[in-house]
């Protein structure tokens, strides 16, 4: 199964976040061969962390909970909250599998919070721009609560636009970057 994991920082975590960073990076690298995908969020100025994103594929909903709430960062008091969802890997592929490599152009998060019937389950037409795609899902994996997506793109406009804004609640966008050990 796999699910998407968005823990988003506390205000004022930073120097927390660093000091933990080889903890974080050690508890993942116990999930290397799980992880689909990964990386920090920033704010606008590119700089300033915002909260970190894993896609992984794991047994179920409790493996996916320990993952989520073992996590070094979240037991140090990082992350104010963490969305925790089934996701479906709709590009079947993972984050080193995207052509167009780790650092070519800005990259995002986008999120996109369900409302209603299911929506925005057909890929955008430009494939090569995207990381990850795949709806945001509940435990259970019947109801659609949302898509998330990774992307490439020019600004944060243009990676919004790849979700319709009439068929979510809300749209989020982040900057996103791929993670782990360079």
């Known amino acids: 199964m796999e699910f998407f994991c968005y823990h988003r920082d506390r205000p004022g975590s930073l120097a927390l976040r660093e000091e933990s960073l080889e903890e974080h990076w050690a508890y993942m690298d116990r999930y290397a061969k799980e992880l689909i995908a990964r990386g920090p969020t920033f704010a606008d100025d590119g700089e300033t962390p915002t909260g970190s994103v894993h896609i992984v594929d794991l047994p179920d909903p409790a493996a996916a909970r320990a ?22 890997n709709v590009l079947g592929r993972t984050m080193w599998d995207f ?29 090569d721009q995207l990381v990850a795609y795949g709806p945001l899902l509940s435990d259970d994996g019947d109801t659609w609560l949302g898509t ?4 490439r793109a020019p600004d944060p406009d243009t990676a919004g636009a790849v979700l319709n804004p009439d068929l979510y609640a809300d749209i989020e966008v982040h900057h996103w970057e791929f993670g782990g050990r360079r």
């Open 99 to 127: 052509p167009g490599g780790r650092t070519d152009g800005n990259r995002y998060l986008v999120l996109g919070l369900g409302e209603g019937p299911a929506a925005g389950l057909a890929l955008p037409l430009d494939r």
């Open 67 to 88: 993952f989520a709430f073992d996590e070094p960062n979240y037991q140090a008091g990082v992350y104010r909250d963490v969305l925790l969802r089934r996701w479906r």
């Open 148 to 151: 998330a997506v990774l992307l």
